[in-house]
């Protein structure tokens, strides 16, 4: 399995922006696809965004489209999220996670996970 790691959380002003970042280890990082999912106090974890092994296709859940980039560095080994005009509903803790084969919303499918970052949006 690859190791992965969160950084880039914070606290932000509401319209703001914050750029997390995924550091993978262990395995080679661009066999994988690569997601953000998010999980706010009391609600279960939400489907941000995925991106394919190749970072050539990328899926976004509707309330984050437009707001939201996701992308990778496979030289690198690290997944990027970009998030713009962030709401205080934005405020999660933000996972990353991997999987081999498509990329998928469905959460059930990855197989590693990070430990989360935190990210608090203030009105």
């Known amino acids: 399995q690859v190791q992965l790691v969160e950084s880039g959380g914070g606290l932000v002003q509401a319209g703001g922006s914050l750029r997390l970042s995924c550091a ?3 395995r080679t990082f661009s066999s994988y696809a690569m997601g953000w999912f998010r999980q706010a106090p009391g609600k279960e ?16 859940s509707d309330s984050m489209k437009g707001r939201f980039t996701i992308s990778r560095d496979n030289a690198k ?6 998030m713009n005009s962030l709401k205080p509903e934005d ?15 469905n959460r059930s499918a ?14």
């Open 24 to 26: 993978a280890s262990g």
């Open 45 to 60: 974890r939400e489907f941000v965004a995925a991106i394919t092994w190749s970072g050539g296709t990328t899926y976004y």
């Open 77 to 82: 080994n690290t997944l990027y999220l970009q």
């Open 91 to 105: 405020t999660a803790i933000y996972y990353c996670a991997a999987k081999q084969g498509i990329a998928t919303r």
């Open 110 to 123: 990855y197989e590693s996970w990070g430990q989360g970052t935190q990210v608090t949006v203030s009105s």
